[in-house]
């Protein structure tokens, strides 16, 4: 466990040993359910859940300002609203909501991570620099104003960015080692880090539930609904985009490639925006507004009016979206499944 100093307790609070900060600060869940001072820190990490769902992480209220927490009251109510969500998120046992919060809390320590990066020595026992070493096995080294890790490691973490910029051809390497921004070797792990706070909600046994908690837990079950999608028939889909739905389903995070997929796809199908836009409720960085953007501009309903085309299958192959079955006999687009004649 990483020793921590006040602020960065509550920068990274997914680092704290949570019954044992609470046990430190003199508290018992139960007196957060039952003490009328320490139910507003309730409502407060219900608030918390509650913008990080809607992906709109401005409305949640946080003690921290400029990368430090904004007075010594502020820090225990910030690690606090950060504990009190997990539990309210492993009482009301939904993944959505789990994986939409890890999300956003990721996205939010990334942020501070990239400024805590950006004032570091050359010390690699400064916290960013253990942070990425302990949870994600990354040995990183400060070079300049630049972090280096060993091209073997900066392959494994990259192997889901499609992107030209994070081909190993675009980036600047010397001696087996892998040149990178601040921004870069954070975003780089951005994945691991919400992976990392989802098992922290999500493994483990449901706690029993906790007297005052009733309203908050009922009240998340209720909202959870909105993000329940009816799925489009995809029984006679090809395996790319099934896989595509059952990951939407799982409320897990599809890349911007197969989102892509997906979406350009069902248009050629005839599907309007309008239909396929539930489709990405589920996603956790879902924002309706964005989507229905992005789709709009696929179709070709807005910028430049021309529609994007499904992929072929072999590019999808390049971007790992391919999951081919015997029935795919040599097609050379999803648009072609099922209809291929021998
Ligand atoms: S072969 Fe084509 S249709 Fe079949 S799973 Fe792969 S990408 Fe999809």
């Given amino acids: 466990m990483l020793a921590l100093g006040q602020d960065e307790i509550a920068k990274y609070p997914f680092l704290a040993d949570a019954g044992q900060y609470l046990k430190e600060q003199g508290f018992t869940l139960e007196q957060f359910g039952t003490d009328p001072d320490l139910i507003p820190l309730i409502e ?30 502020s820090l225990p109510r910030e690690v606090f609203s950060f504990l009190l969500s997990i539990v309210l998120l492993k009482l009301t046992g939904i993944p959505t909501l789990a994986k939409r919060f890890a999300l956003n809390e990721a996205m939010r320590a990334e942020a501070f991570l990239e400024k805590d990066l950006k004032n570091i020595s050359t010390d690699s026992n400064e916290l960013p620099i253990k942070i990425i070493e302990d949870l994600f096995s990354i040995k990183v080294k400060k070079h300049n104003d630049f972090f280096v890790i060993s091209v073997s490691d900066y392959i494994k973490h990259s192997i889901h960015f499609h992107e030209r910029e994070w081909k190993l051809i675009n ?26 706070i989802t098992s922290k909600i999500l493994t483990g046994k449901k706690p029993s539930m906790i007297s005052g908690f009733e309203k908050f837990v009922n009240n998340l079950i209720s909202y959870s609904k909105k993000f329940s999608i009816s799925i489009v028939d995809s029984g006679e889909y090809p395996p790319c985009i099934k896989h595509a739905i059952e990951i939407l389903e799982k409320g897990e995070n599809l890349p911007h490639s197969g989102r892509f997929m997906l979406a350009t796809f069902l248009l050629s199908k005839g599907r309007l925006v309008q239909q396929i836009a539930p489709l990405f409720k589920n996603a956790p960085d879902y924002n309706e507004k964005t989507t229905l953007y992005q789709l709009n501009h696929l179709a070709g309903t807005s910028g430049s009016g021309t529609q994007y085309s499904c992929p072929s299958c072999e590019k999808l192959k390049t971007q790992n979206l391919c999951f081919i079955i015997p029935e795919c006999n040599n097609i050379i687009s999803p648009l072609q499944f099922g209809k291929k004649k021998n």
């Fill in 44 to 73: 407060k990490a219900y608030n918390r859940i509650y913008a990080a769902c809607e992906g709109d992480p401005q409305s949640y209220k946080s003690d921290i300002i400029e990368n430090q927490a904004s007075n010594t009251a």
């Fill in 171 to 196: 980036r600047h390497v010397e001696d087996g080692f892998v040149f990178l921004t601040p921004h870069q070797t954070v975003r780089l792990v951005r994945k691991e880090l919400g992976t990392f």
